[in-house]
């Protein structure tokens, strides 16, 4: 791709948020990161993934400053994705970034065009049901025990609040048109954009 793009995707658990998000990377032949970001980071920093998996996208827990540095994993883990993903920006890399509060971290970048994704809540217990295979009493259980994770942990980072529609250019509810159309739409948008000059809005 000639111009620079990046593609944050903010979602609901369960609205099929993570395979939209693939099926773009996909469509517009870009690198895609979730969890596996952490893979990349582990391997500059000599670590194992593993160890930096079980805090990921985790809020903070309670934790005190040590020499100007946190005690808390969870917020060194969150820092160093943070980082990470600025420099692969800086560096003028591609991709598609799932959560990690990227609409807020590379906000500065005019060549990044971030979405939420969410969904009715039935169609959300539909989908993790089916996916977990579990009932639908604890698809609901799961889903709003993993969107409080989300929540608590973006808006401890960010100054506007997680799903809030003013924070991205778009929001869409997968509900209303299911995974394939909601993928064609927002591909349409991005490629509109891009045709556009990607200047986003301030």
């Known amino acids: 791709m000639a111009q620079q793009l990046i593609i944050s995707i903010g979602r609901e658990y369960g609205s ?3 395979e939209i998000a693939k099926r773009l990377a996909e469509k517009f032949d870009l690198h895609f990161y979730d969890k596996n970001l ?8 000599n670590i194992t993934a593993d160890k930096l998996e079980k805090y990921d996208e985790i809020p903070r827990s309670v934790s005190r400053k040590v020499r100007g540095f946190s005690s808390s994993p969870e917020e060194n883990t969150a820092n160093m994705q943070f980082e990470y993903l600025r420099k692969m920006a800086e560096n003028g890399k591609s991709f598609v970034i799932v959560g990690r509060c ?6 500065d970048y005019s060549c990044m065009i971030s979405i939420f994704i969410l969904a009715d809540l039935s169609c959300k217990i539909d989908w993790i049901a ?10 609901e259980i799961l889903i709003n025990r993993k969107n409080k994770k989300r929540k ?6 960010c100054l506007q609040k997680w799903g809030y529609s ?12 299911g995974i394939e159309k909601t993928t064609d739409i927002l591909a349409d948008y991005i490629q509109a954009r891009i045709n556009h000059g990607q200047h986003r809005r301030r």
């Open 16 to 18: 099929g948020g993570h």
């Open 102 to 107: 990227s609409e807020t971290v590379l906000r």
């Open 130 to 139: 089916s996916l977990q295979g579990i009932s639908r009493e604890k698809a």
């Open 152 to 157: 608590d942990y973006h808006n401890y980072y």
């Open 38 to 45: 952490l893979e990349e980071i582990a391997l500059e920093k």
């Open 166 to 177: 003013q924070n991205y250019d778009l929001s869409i509810n997968s509900s209303c048109l």
